[in-house]
């Protein structure tokens, strides 16, 4: 695996950063009554996502969730097209039909979001099978949450994947809650990433929240998986600090929980401190990589704001059913 650079580690906190600001942006603005419906925010999963995309080439793919901001851009979007698509907009990704859950740009190698739980392993598995049948040389990622490896969906593409050697690593974001289920509640399992067992794939465990291991890992499973030897399944321990919607009262979370994790565990500041502590970046260097995405974020919104919403007459342009 290559040597980590200063470089990919600045990378690394950038992106993190922007995740995190653009989803703060997002929570604003829909208590201002900018943002119609709702939306499924990423904060305190930012390393997971950051992570597993900084290990990938260009080329290849990924599949995302319902909480996909951070994957869309951690694939390198367009934070003013991706914030016009949850502002309804016209210059949005989809035109202002998608919404956040339906955020996708092909040409950048994301597959999209999707509000199917699940759903992101059906459309993962196919683009590897169509990836390995044309001899691209790609990779997928799959993102999926703890909720979706009990999906009948998931098993049936993991089976189809192992039988076929597909170039696909399925990344479980176990972030401790399905909508308002506690992970515990909802399987049996010590370890998610056990459920590799069951269809003779490596499967594995790792912290969620270290930016730098999720990197390593995806890299070095990803390599094996482009050589051919199957699929893989990684468990990214996380926590998601606010509720499974902008609409969840979450009082299902005991009290304190979300603070303690956001206090102990953050994935940003964890960074930081990794940082500054090994001479990588001086405080004033972070500061001004935040104050550089926090003008970014500030772009995006002021662009949403100022675009278009779309004529009623082209409602249904572009819609398949």
Same mark, same amino acid.
Request: charged letters at 25%; glycine letters at 10%.
């Given at each position: 695996?290559?040597?980590?650079?200063? !470089?990919?580690?600045?990378?690394?906190?950038?992106?993190? #950063?922007?995740?995190?600001?653009?989803?703060?942006?997002?929570?604003?603005?829909?208590? #201002?009554?900018? *943002?119609?419906?709702?939306?499924? =925010?990423?904060?305190?999963?930012?390393? %997971?996502?950051?992570?597993?995309?900084?290990?990938?080439?260009?080329?290849? +793919? *990924?599949?995302?969730?319902?909480?996909? @901001?951070?994957?869309?851009?951690?694939?390198?979007?367009?934070?003013? #097209?991706?914030?016009?698509?949850?502002?309804?907009?016209?210059?949005?990704?989809?035109?202002?039909?998608?919404? /956040?859950?339906?955020?996708?740009?092909?040409?950048?190698?994301?597959?999209?979001?999707?509000?199917?739980?699940?759903? %992101?392993?059906?459309?993962?598995?196919?683009?590897?099978?169509?990836?390995? $049948?044309?001899?691209?040389?790609? *990779?997928?990622?799959?993102?999926?949450?703890?909720? &979706?490896?009990?999906?009948?969906?998931? @098993?049936?593409?993991?089976?189809?994947? %192992?039988?076929?050697? +597909?170039?696909?690593?399925?990344?479980?974001?176990?972030?401790?809650?399905?909508?308002?289920?506690?992970?515990?509640?909802?399987?049996?399992?010590?370890?998610?990433?056990?459920?590799?067992?069951?269809? !003779?794939?490596?499967?594995?465990?790792?912290?969620?929240?270290?930016?730098?291991?999720?990197?390593?890992?995806?890299?070095?499973?990803?390599?094996?998986?482009?050589?051919?030897?199957?699929?893989?399944?990684?468990?990214?321990?996380?926590?998601?600090?606010?509720?499974?919607?902008?609409?969840?009262?979450?009082?299902?979370?005991?009290?304190?929980?979300?603070? $303690?994790?956001?206090?102990?565990?953050?994935?940003?500041?964890?960074? $930081?401190?990794?940082?500054?502590? /090994?001479?990588? =970046?001086?405080?004033?260097?972070?500061?001004? #990589?935040?104050?550089?995405? !926090?003008?970014?974020?500030?772009?995006?919104?002021?662009? &949403?704001?100022? /675009?278009?919403?779309?004529?009623? %007459?082209?409602?249904?342009?572009?819609?398949?059913?």
């Amino acid at each position: 695996m290559e040597k980590v650079s200063r !470089n990919l580690l600045e990378h690394l906190l950038v992106m993190m #950063l922007r995740i995190r600001q653009f989803e703060l942006a997002v929570e604003k603005n829909f208590q #201002l009554g900018h *943002i119609y419906g709702t939306a499924h =925010l990423a904060i305190g999963q930012e390393a %997971s996502a950051v992570g597993a995309i900084s290990a990938l080439k260009p080329n290849d +793919l *990924i599949s995302s969730t319902h909480r996909g @901001h951070g994957h869309c851009i951690a694939k390198g979007a367009d934070l003013k #097209l991706m914030m016009a698509e949850i502002f309804g907009r016209s210059t949005g990704y989809c035109k202002g039909k998608g919404g /956040s859950m339906h955020i996708a740009d092909v040409s950048a190698g994301n597959l999209g979001a999707n509000g199917i739980v699940a759903g %992101s392993a059906a459309i993962a598995t196919g683009a590897a099978l169509a990836a390995k $049948k044309m001899g691209t040389g790609q *990779i997928v990622i799959c993102f999926e949450g703890d909720g &979706a490896i009990n999906e009948g969906i998931w @098993h049936e593409a993991a089976n189809m994947a %192992s039988i076929w050697k +597909l170039p696909v690593i399925y990344l479980c974001e176990n972030n401790q809650y399905g909508m308002g289920m506690p992970i515990k509640k909802a399987t049996n399992l010590e370890k998610l990433s056990d459920r590799a067992k069951g269809y !003779n794939i490596h499967g594995e465990t790792i912290d969620g929240n270290d930016v730098l291991a999720v990197y390593k890992t995806v890299s070095r499973i990803a390599e094996d998986v482009r050589a051919g030897k199957g699929p893989a399944l990684i468990e990214c321990i996380t926590y998601r600090i606010r509720g499974h919607s902008l609409r969840d009262a979450q009082r299902y979370r005991p009290e304190g929980e979300a603070k $303690k994790w956001l206090d102990t565990y953050c994935p940003i500041e964890r960074f $930081k401190k990794y940082l500054t502590k /090994s001479g990588y =970046l001086k405080t004033g260097d972070i500061d001004a #990589l935040l104050s550089s995405v !926090n003008k970014e974020i500030e772009e995006a919104v002021k662009f &949403a704001l100022e /675009s278009p919403f779309l004529d009623a %007459s082209r409602v249904t342009e572009d819609i398949y059913a």
